[in-house]
């Protein structure tokens, strides 16, 4: 990575062209098939189980097959080592891994089709409502087994999507890369949400969920078109230096407590208890189960158990992935975890570690908007108007910001666009502010939404892209996993206590304690908190006062975002980016 001085000037046509190029096209195919298995293996599925009846508690368990896709940097070192038989030669090995994943969730979802009707046939035989016992229970697992087999298939999907596009690309492609992965990940999102509903209701749900085994062949065109990457390939394993069943022990003993701190990982970034409480019957705790799952989504406390979780989890991991013997099995994983990490801090040395915290607070300014539909309620507006608003003009303002952002990237360079996404997102909250004043005013709502969507648009693909540029080749994999999976973290604790700090400021507003504060909205919409104020009796000016206060709160938090990156920018860090040529390999 270089500072935004050094990044090469580009005219206005070559970056309109950068969104044509055939790298480019393929992105949007790739990034289309990204998204297409993640929303049908929770929330459409979710439709078909509330259908045939089975209760709740087994549709949200369903909702852990997507914890795959936060904890993918543990196996993304497969994808960076091993080659696939046959189809590596044929197509060189990120596309080699992106087709037999594809094939998997083809597959995967296929048969989760073929097993539907037995499922509802099975649970209607009993009573409504209610799951039977075996061998009812034995087809819902059958189901589950399939979901989670899809979902580490699209998971590992992604892992090679996004090594492919950071090989195959230059750096000052990368936004438009981004930008293109994500109006294809939106699609997808979109034709996954709502295509296998109107075609159930036509079809039935076996023959919808057919069709979107069909629909990843987008996902296959894709990568049949995609050009070969440039790739680096990993060092040969040492000789073996002790006997074979020694080897296979130790193999078992690491995989072992990598699963097990896979559990405390992606309970902690799901905010999820499950993957932790059902270790616990094991142990001779089954009866903690219900008092660790309220405190694991306790707010506001319980997101600080689970980003300890998160910590516990990859201390474990780095425990029984550290190379403490001479084996193959310790060489293994000193060139797969440790030395990635040795890498990028050998590469940026002391300003690695401001790169990380930059990169783990470049987005919190959005993470705590989370309560933002509240607000909207709050403020007056009805639910119709929030939905028009968000739903269809919010997604066309976010697309309009993707693909702003990755102009940017290719227009301007990468460390101008990531300053430029870092100023614009504390923007929303003056926005958000003004509504306060405006009252249920719906042009107000709507601009609002635009400049929310365009700036975290902007601010999302120079971020990725960002990101994209901090990887070396040999290690590409498995170094953009660890910083897409954990860059979330901080967000996750802020946003927690967001409600509180709403609350709170409301209260201290309305006992008389901020009146600096109340006296700004003297000459507020009579409208705005309407509706707040005669069900708790509060004045409107302390609503205000309270949702000003964490509008102000998270405005600071993203000029942080803004003093990372201007920091990490003026230090240039040492070194090359090894993936900033522009050429392919020849494919």
């Given at each position: 990575?270089?500072d935004a001085?050094?990044?090469?000037?580009?005219?206005?046509?070559?970056?309109?062209?950068?969104?044509?190029?055939?790298?480019?096209?393929?992105?949007?195919?790739l990034?289309?098939?990204a998204g297409?298995?993640?929303?049908?293996?929770y929330?459409t599925?979710?439709?078909?189980?509330?259908?045939?009846?089975?209760?709740?508690?087994?549709?949200?368990?369903?909702?852990?097959?997507?914890?795959?896709?936060?904890?993918?940097?543990?196996?993304?070192p497969?994808?960076?080592?091993?080659?696939?038989?046959?189809?590596?030669?044929?197509?060189?090995?990120?596309?080699?891994?992106?087709l037999?994943?594809?094939?998997?969730?083809v597959?995967?979802?296929?048969?989760?089709?073929?097993?539907?009707?037995?499922?509802?046939?099975?649970?209607?035989?009993?009573?409504?409502?209610?799951?039977?016992?075996?061998?009812?229970?034995?087809l819902?697992?059958?189901?589950?087994?399939?979901?989670?087999?899809?979902?580490?298939?699209?998971?590992?999907?992604?892992?090679?999507?996004?090594?492919?596009?950071?090989?195959?690309?230059?750096?000052?492609?990368?936004?438009?890369?981004a930008?293109?992965?994500?109006?294809?990940?939106?699609?997808?999102?979109?034709?996954?949400?709502?295509?296998?509903?109107?075609?159930?209701?036509?079809?039935?749900?076996?023959?919808?969920?057919?069709?979107?085994?069909?629909?990843?062949?987008?996902?296959?065109?894709?990568?049949?078109?995609?050009?070969?990457?440039?790739?680096?390939?990993?060092?040969?394993?040492?000789?073996?230096?002790?006997?074979v069943?020694?080897?296979?022990?130790?193999?078992?003993?690491?995989?072992?407590?990598?699963?097990?701190?896979?559990?405390?990982?992606?309970?902690?970034?799901?905010?999820?208890?499950e993957?932790?409480?059902f270790?616990?019957?094991?142990?001779?705790?089954?009866?903690?189960?219900?008092?660790?799952a309220?405190?694991?989504?306790?707010?506001p406390?319980?997101?600080?158990?689970?980003v300890?979780?998160?910590?516990?989890?990859?201390?474990?991991?780095?425990?029984?992935?550290?190379?403490?013997?001479?084996?193959?099995?310790?060489?293994?994983?000193?060139?797969?975890l440790?030395?990635?990490?040795?890498?990028?801090?050998?590469?940026?040395?002391?300003?690695?570690?401001?790169?990380?915290?930059?990169?783990?607070?470049?987005?919190?300014?959005?993470?705590?908007?989370?309560?933002?539909?509240?607000?909207?309620?709050?403020?007056g507006?009805?639910?119709?108007?929030?939905?028009?608003?968000?739903?269809?003009?919010?997604?066309?303002?976010?697309?309009?910001?993707?693909g702003?952002?990755?102009?940017?990237?290719?227009?301007?360079?990468?460390?101008?666009?990531?300053?430029?996404?870092?100023?614009?997102?504390?923007?929303?909250?003056?926005?958000?502010?003004?509504?306060?004043?405006?009252?249920?005013?719906?042009?107000?709502?709507?601009a609002?939404?635009?400049?929310?969507?365009?700036?975290?648009?902007?601010?999302?693909?120079?971020?990725?892209?960002?990101?994209?540029s901090?990887t070396?080749?040999?290690?590409?994999?498995?170094?953009?996993?660890?910083?897409?999976?954990?860059?979330?973290?901080?967000?996750?604790i802020?946003?927690?206590?967001?409600?509180?700090?709403?609350?709170?400021?409301t209260?201290?507003?309305?006992?008389?304690?901020?009146?600096w504060?109340?006296?700004?909205?003297?000459?507020?919409?009579?409208?705005?908190?309407?509706?707040?104020?005669?069900?708790?009796?509060?004045p409107?000016?302390?609503?205000?006062?309270?949702?000003?206060?964490?509008?102000?709160?998270?405005?600071?938090?993203?000029?942080?975002?803004?003093?990372?990156?201007?920091?990490?920018?003026?230090?240039?860090?040492?070194?090359?980016?090894?993936?900033?040529?522009?050429?392919?390999?020849?494919?």
């Open positions: 990575m270089s001085a050094a990044e090469p000037k580009r005219s206005t046509w070559d970056a309109i062209v950068a969104f044509v190029d055939r790298r480019t096209l393929v992105m949007l195919t990034g289309f098939a297409l298995p993640n929303l049908l293996l929330d599925i979710s439709a078909w189980m509330r259908q045939a009846k089975l209760p709740l508690d087994v549709i949200t368990l369903f909702s852990l097959v997507t914890i795959t896709y936060a904890i993918k940097f543990l196996w993304a497969i994808v960076d080592r091993v080659r696939i038989p046959v189809l590596y030669q044929l197509f060189g090995k990120r596309r080699s891994w992106m037999l994943a594809q094939i998997g969730i597959f995967g979802i296929w048969a989760i089709a073929v097993n539907m009707p037995a499922v509802s046939a099975a649970v209607a035989g009993g009573v409504e409502g209610a799951v039977q016992p075996d061998p009812d229970i034995n819902i697992g059958v189901v589950a087994v399939l979901a989670v087999i899809t979902a580490l298939f699209g998971a590992t999907q992604d892992i090679a999507i996004d090594a492919w596009r950071i090989e195959v690309a230059a750096v000052e492609r990368q936004g438009v890369m930008a293109a992965y994500q109006w294809g990940y939106r699609l997808a999102v979109v034709v996954s949400g709502a295509a296998p509903l109107f075609l159930a209701s036509r079809i039935g749900w076996t023959a919808s969920y057919s069709a979107m085994a069909v629909v990843m062949g987008i996902g296959m065109l894709g990568v049949l078109f995609a050009p070969r990457e440039k790739s680096v390939e990993p060092k040969p394993f040492p000789p073996a230096t002790t006997p069943w020694m080897e296979a022990i130790e193999w078992i003993a690491r995989i072992s407590l990598m699963v097990f701190g896979a559990c405390f990982i992606g309970a902690g970034l799901s905010g999820k208890p993957p932790i409480s270790m616990f019957p094991w142990v001779g705790l089954a009866d903690a189960a219900p008092a660790f309220e405190l694991w989504t306790s707010k406390w319980g997101a600080m158990w689970q300890l979780g998160v910590g516990v989890g990859l201390a474990i991991v780095a425990f029984a992935t550290y190379p403490m013997l001479k084996s193959r099995p310790s060489a293994y994983f000193a060139g797969t440790k030395e990635p990490l040795e890498d990028f801090f050998k590469r940026y040395r002391s300003t690695g570690a401001l790169i990380l915290a930059m990169i783990c607070v470049y987005r919190v300014a959005d993470f705590v908007l989370n309560l933002m539909t509240a607000f909207y309620v709050d403020v507006f009805s639910l119709d108007e929030i939905a028009g608003a968000r739903k269809l003009f919010g997604v066309i303002m976010s697309m309009a910001g993707i702003l952002g990755g102009y940017m990237v290719a227009r301007f360079g990468l460390m101008r666009t990531l300053i430029v996404g870092a100023i614009v997102q504390p923007l929303s909250n003056i926005a958000f502010g003004a509504l306060v004043f405006t009252g249920p005013w719906l042009p107000g709502l709507y609002c939404i635009a400049i929310d969507n365009i700036s975290a648009g902007i601010a999302g693909t120079a971020l990725i892209a960002y990101m994209s901090l070396s080749l040999g290690f590409t994999a498995t170094q953009y996993a660890l910083f897409s999976s954990l860059y979330a973290l901080p967000g996750k802020l946003a927690a206590i967001s409600g509180r700090i709403v609350e709170g400021a209260a201290a507003a309305a006992a008389g304690e901020s009146e504060l109340r006296g700004w909205f003297t000459t507020m919409s009579p409208g705005a908190f309407a509706n707040l104020v005669e069900e708790r009796g509060i409107a000016e302390a609503f205000a006062a309270g949702y000003m206060t964490f509008f102000i709160y998270s405005g600071v938090i993203g000029i942080a975002a803004f003093i990372f990156a201007v920091a990490v920018m003026r230090r240039s860090p040492p070194g090359s980016d090894p993936v900033n040529e522009e050429a392919p390999a020849p494919a």
